[in-house]
């Protein structure tokens, strides 16, 4: 367990010594503050607006930290080939992995709880309440799912020569479940077969990331999602992390390092 | 004298990805025996298979057929490197972090506990004369500063046998005499030492015995003394003889 937590160290450290999350979170903070100052059409409700913006702009900023940090880390080990002295040591592949997983995983929390903690703040100052059980299903979730796009980014990484080029074809996967992924049975019926099977098959084998999307929770304030659901919710993600996780070690195992 | 690290039979085939497939066999049949404390130089010209043999050594590549030990344990259980130090040829170690933080992630992979470790990365970067830069981020060392940290990095779990690849390709005379040096001190405590290299000279003055490849096939083996004593002439002569290049006279 030491030689993964430091290699999920050294992961968490090359976050906040790039300029990637700074960028992100700057430009997020600048464009909610610049929408909060002002009071368009002098309506009251704005703040559901702006709270609506910021948690986007959270959301998107979220997944490229995630997917840009999971999609280079054995890309760079490879061209720079610190995957020699590194696997050399008694480290084994899976360890690795691992270790970049949480590395990933654990840094995506680090900015999540950057970003929330920005949120709680502005939207407090314009409704002067702060329902932290609801920022936490919120955050926790958004988390658990951003394990998933680590796990499937780590496993594209493998699979695609480039970073570039799995970065990009990765956030089209997972923009695509987030946008049409929960209506994928509904157009499935109006399919002939075998399309109608195959969208069917592709409904139930995709993670779907949009249960994890609470972000209605906190705009409208919406009461709790029950303990129960929200218990489920975390099994279902961990379940399609361990399933990318495993996949990417089979595939590791057979990938020459140099 | 107990053999510490040992290959039998080996033999790696590479496949290209090419729609007509063809194998180029990079080692074939390769028998070799190192000893406790030898300090043993592995030579070849480019191509020859010298790396090839490190990565099955390291257990980077899996062999056809044959087998590789390291203290006796098979290369491909993790446990086997647990003792080895390995310095592979030019490494771009990670940018952001400093020497002291690089050789402190090493040691915690080697479960080190804390003031081992730092004890260790203080006498090493003594070792490689990085004390004034061991703060500074590695995106500013020079490739012979890249190439002492990497140095040091191998030797961080105070190994038993060092595999070194290259270690001295291009690092400036100084850099390299600094290489020299670690490895004379590494023999002197009895330290096991396999290395490839192409600077002939070099291998003459440190090496106990060498081995010459060509083409994946070991051509010659023995103490330095004897190869030299039998082609009657220096090192680089011996070598070019034993992989059969004819030297051209100028006209």
Redesign the interface.
């Known amino acids: 367990m030491k030689s993964i937590f430091a290699v999920a160290g050294i992961v968490i450290k090359e976050l906040y010594r790039r300029k990637d999350f700074y960028v992100l979170f700057i430009l997020t903070a600048l464009i909610c503050l610049v929408m909060a100052s002002v009071n368009i059409f002098n309506d009251d409700k704005i703040i559901r607006y702006l709270k609506e913006l910021c948690l986007l702009l959270i959301w998107i900023s979220s997944l490229v930290i995630a997917i840009i940090t999971a999609a280079r880390q054995i890309p760079a080990e490879r061209e720079n080939r610190t995957l020699l002295p590194l696997l050399a040591k008694p480290l084994t592949r899976p360890e690795l992995i691992l270790g970049k997983f949480f590395g990933c995983w654990f840094a995506c929390g680090l900015a999540l709880i950057c970003f929330y903690l920005f949120f709680g703040a502005l939207a407090a100052s314009r409704e002067h309440q702060w329902p932290l059980l609801n920022y936490f299903q919120a955050a926790a979730l958004h988390w658990f799912m951003l394990g998933v796009v680590v796990a499937l980014t780590l496993l594209g990484s493998l699979v695609f020569a480039a970073p570039s080029s799995n970065a990009t074809i990765i956030f089209v996967v997972v923009a695509g479940i987030l946008l049409v992924g929960r209506h994928l049975n509904q157009v499935a019926l109006s399919l002939p077969e075998p399309s109608q099977s195959i969208v069917y098959s592709v409904y139930y084998a995709i993670p779907h990331l949009e249960l994890f999307d609470l972000r209605d929770l906190i705009i409208h304030d919406w009461p709790l999602v029950p303990w129960k659901f929200f218990g489920l919710a975390i099994l279902y993600a961990l379940a399609y992390t361990a399933l990318f996780l495993i996949g990417t070690c089979l595939v590791f195992r057979r990938k020459t390092v140099n | 004298m107990s053999v510490i690290l040992k290959t039998e039979k080996l033999r790696v085939e590479f496949t290209s990805r090419e729609f007509r497939q063809t194998t180029k066999v990079a080692l074939n049949s390769l028998d070799l025996e190192v000893t406790t404390g030898e300090v043993f130089g592995f030579l070849g010209p480019n191509g020859a298979g010298k790396?090839t043999t490190i990565?099955v050594l390291?257990?980077?590549?899996t062999p056809k057929s044959g087998a590789a030990y390291l203290f006796g344990i098979d290369v491909r259980q993790?446990?086997a490197?647990?003792r080895?130090g390995?310095?592979?040829?030019?490494?771009?170690?990670?940018k952001?972090?400093t020497a002291e933080?690089l050789l402190r992630?090493?040691a915690?992979?080697?479960?080190l506990p804390r003031a081992e470790a730092d004890k260790r990365i203080d006498g090493l970067l003594k070792l490689v004369d990085l004390e004034q830069a061991r703060r500074r981020p590695l995106k500013t060392y020079s490739k012979g500063m890249q190439q002492r940290v990497?140095l040091a990095?191998?030797l961080i779990?105070n190994p038993d046998l060092l595999?070194l690849d290259e270690p001295t390709s291009g690092l400036d005379p100084l850099g390299r005499m600094k290489v020299r040096e670690v490895i004379q001190r590494l023999k002197n405590e009895g330290k096991t030492v396999f290395f490839s290299s192409h600077e002939l000279g070099e291998v003459e003055t440190i090496c106990d015995r060498v081995a010459i490849i060509n083409q994946g096939e070991l051509k010659a083996i023995g103490r330095v003394g004897d190869i030299l004593g039998q082609h009657h002439s220096n090192l680089e002569k011996a070598f070019l003889d034993i992989i059969g290049y004819q030297l051209q006279a100028t006209p």
């Open positions: 790396t990565n390291l257990g980077f590549v993790p446990i490197r647990q080895i390995y310095l592979p040829e030019m490494t771009y170690y990670y952001f972090l933080e992630f090493y915690k992979i080697f479960g990497g990095q191998a779990n595999i």
